[in-house]
Nanobody, 116 residues
């Protein structure tokens, strides 16, 4: 049974920072790509950032320059460092880990709320 556990969400004022962490109980984690998504009520889940098995990264335009995704294969974790947070970053954030050919596994989501 694969488990993904997210942590680090919370309430922060605009301009502040939060660091999200997702930990996975998967043995082949070094071969998998990690993703962070976010979702607000009534909207589709939005891709925020991705880090590949080869550690290349990509970001949504709305977060580029403010968010940083990183991974630690030894710890089976992926982090999302979020700086200069804005009220529009408020969402439930989900981690996803997958091989390129499958849908992978999802975390339960963690709430991030940015107050103005």
């Amino acid at each position: 049974q694969v488990h993904l556990v997210e942590s680090g969400g919370g309430l922060v004022q605009a301009g502040g920072s939060l660091r999200l962490t997702c930990t996975a109980s998967i043995s082949s984690i070094d071969l998998m790509d990690w993703y962070w998504y976010r979702q607000t009520p009534g909207k589709q889940r939005e891709l925020v950032a991705v880090i590949s098995a080869g550690t290349s990264t990509n970001y949504a335009d709305s977060v580029r320059g403010r968010f940083t995704i990183s991974r630690d294969n030894a710890k089976h974790t992926v982090d999302l460092q979020m700086n200069s947070l804005r009220p529009e970053d408020t969402a439930v954030y989900y981690c996803n880990v997958k091989f390129p050919w499958d849908s992978g596994y999802w975390g339960q989501g963690t709430q991030v709320t940015v107050s103005s």
